[in-house]
């Protein structure tokens, strides 16, 4: 068994520490409070606590539980004696609050940070850097920057500050790139100016440049639209139809038009070829200033070409992008394996969602790629322009900013709908569960408590807001003076994009499973759960109109992607709580609305149901459907594809792509217990449990992870039942 000392790193559990322990503080006293084998039943019966928790438990976690069993034997004077001992050692500890873990990362023997993001090899020495630096920003926040409640409640698990490692920098979350704006216009790179490019190829490598210094520049994700890329198109189609004339002209031989074309669209696709294959590798090669490839996002939306030319250009784009995507990328060993990034979004809609479509072939195409590597995922056109109404009336459909988070319908002066160019300004996320758990079944108590953590969110996330509040432009040139965001002057601050809707306050949630669970027994699969359900998350939605309405900034409800926070939320849980059934008896809780991973569900009804709460969540969600190995059942993906364009805003297919090097096994690696209760992952055909020679892709939270995940989010992805 294992315990997470206090710089994150994991050691073996020793009873003779807790027995000791005690045993000092017992003979420090002018009596002796407790004999030798009453110490030893206490840390016996915490050996016992440990044990049943079944994962990793910290420090303070052991030292609480000393605590409880101290009281429990009637020693309170020498509980009290513990207690200031463990207050005046936290005080010495205070005195430098990050050596430790820093240095703990450094040997890459923090727990913690080794496990915090799925895309990120915390042995890397940008990796490291960034984990270092975020460390020093996360103590100046929590020392300096937040009121003191907040980082108490953040530090309880009662809300979650995201991202609190990037918080002393002036750093917003996420973008919708102007792309277009910056390959029309000109923009400028490391102090280079970059003109408009005069081919397709070139657009795309200008494209991933842009992507690098946007990652540099924020801490989440990033969309770009491949509708921004295709009037290149054309204008290498026409730069290498002069150049055929050209070379038929210098040999001097006559050939029909019908033949000039076809060669022209021939080296035209080769031309496309390559810009995608820059993008692709580009985007997966590259690391930015934290560390990892750019969270970028790309979007394929036919509907949002100016015309039929430049929709059948489009289509060319999306075509050869689901086909690389599908071929995938080699790993060291020269095996084809699935990349986290780009993630790729496909929107359905008439011109492709039937078999007599005009572009229905690249919906067949999207769905052999989702069997084969878990992308695209898919919107749809339909129901977007039912939940999206600006203020004009009109529906609007567009990307999200990474994997989830979406802006608000908004209209800029002239009336036109705008969605390239803006951002989101950060995320705080309530626990819906401890305020489940703190009513203890009372329906009037919980909406008392209800409203006091809403004004902690709202106050959270006003932090947030007043940290951007005067930021000049200069802090991120790329973004604010060259076109990614905006064409701000130097010197200008940022402050005019923060207010009147342009930009995003996200109030996250996580939990409503088993906050609704807590309170009535009832499922959000049961009509009385659901009904539940429903009211809490327009509740959510009531405060963040009420915010926007009194101070002329966007706040929008957002279903939090948990990835490393499900096992914090569910540790405070068990901390506060003790271990309920169906509410803290997983290292996990369940994201934002989804129904819980062990439910036996349907994907049809699973995604018709989540629909519901997914039009609730109009700052951000995704749903999805766990499937088995679809490749040789494509048929079926497309079953699906077609209730998603029907029924749901916004929903992906989980598959597995996984793939062993010891032994060349392909198929799904699996997830065990070791002999001290662990997680982990072995190959089932050669029993490989050594992460640095396996490959497995997995979807964490909308977005594919490929660096592994802590006990918590391993401990969900094992539990996943399958909906089809």
Known sequence: MKIIKRNGSEEEFNIVKIINAIKKANDAADQKFLTKEQIEDIADYVEYKCNKIKRAVSVEEIQDMVEDQLMAKGAFDLARRYVRYRYNRSLIRKANTTDNRILSLIECNNEEVKQENSNKNPTVNSVQRDYMAGEVSRDLTRRMLLPPDIVEADKNGIIHFHDSDYFAQHMHNCDLVNLEDMLQNGTVISDTLIEKP???????????????????????????????????????????????????????????????????????????????????????????????????????????????????????????????????????????????????????????????????????????????????????????????????????????????????????????????????????????????????????????????????????????????????????????????????????????????????????????????????????????????????????????????????IDYSLYGTPLESTTYKFSKCLQKRFGVIEGVTDKNYITNSYHVHVTEPIDAFSKLKLESEFQALSPGGAISYVEVPNMLTNIPAVLQVIKFIYENIMYAELNTKSDYCQECGYDGEIQIVEDEDGKLVWECPKCHNRNQDTMNVARRTCGYIGTQFWNQGRTQEIKERVLHL
């Open 198 to 552: 005069h081919s397709f190829s070139t657009a795309c490598n200008i494209a991933t440049q842009i992507i690098a210094q946007v990652a540099s520049n924020q801490y989440g994700g990033q969309s770009i639209s491949l509708t921004h890329l295709a009037p290149f198109v054309q204008i290498s189609r026409e730069k290498i139809r002069r150049e055929t004339l050209a070379e038929i002209e210098e040999m001097g031989c006559t050939v029909s038009e019908d033949k000039i074309n076809e060669i022209v669209e021939k080296r035209l696709r080769k031309e496309v070829n390559r810009g995608v294959q820059t993008i692709q590798y580009q985007v997966v090669t590259l690391l930015t200033t934290n560390g990892q490839a750019p969270f970028v996002t790309v979007f394929m939306y036919l509907n949002e070409a100016k015309d039929e030319q430049e929709k059948a250009d489009l289509a060319m784009i999306i075509e050869e992008t689901l086909k690389q995507r599908h071929k995938g990328v080699k790993n060291e060993d020269g095996v084809w394996i699935t990349p986290a990034f780009p993630k790729l979004i496909y929107v359905l809609e008439e011109d492709n969602i039937t078999e007599d479509s005009k572009y229905w072939y690249l919906t067949e195409l999207a769905a052999k790629c989702t069997a084969k590597r878990m992308v695209p995922d898919y919107i749809s056109e339909k129901v977007m322009l039912q939940n999206k109404i600006d203020k004009n009336g009109n529906g609007q459909c567009y990307t999200c900013m990474g994997c989830r988070s979406f802006l608000t319908p908004y209209v800029d002066e002239n009336g036109k709908p705008k969605y390239y160019g803006r951002f989101n300004q950060g995320v705080v996320t309530i626990n819906l569960v401890d305020i489940g758990l703190s009513a203890n079944k009372d329906m009037k108590r919980f909406w008392e408590i209800f409203d006091e953590r809403m004004e902690l969110c709202h106050r959270a996330l006003q932090c947030r807001h007043e940290r951007l509040t005067g930021t000049l432009s200069d802090a991120a040139p790329i973004l604010w003076q060259y076109g990614a965001l905006a064409r701000l002057k130097k010197g200008e601050t940022i402050d005019s994009l923060l207010h009147g809707g342009y930009s995003t306050l996200s109030l996250g949630y996580a939990g409503l499973w088993e906050c609704v669970y807590s309170l009535n027994g009832k499922k959000l699969t049961e009509e009385e759960g659901k009904k539940l359900g429903l009211e809490i998350m327009q509740k959510l939605n009531d405060y963040c109109a009420m915010w926007k309405k009194a101070e002329n």
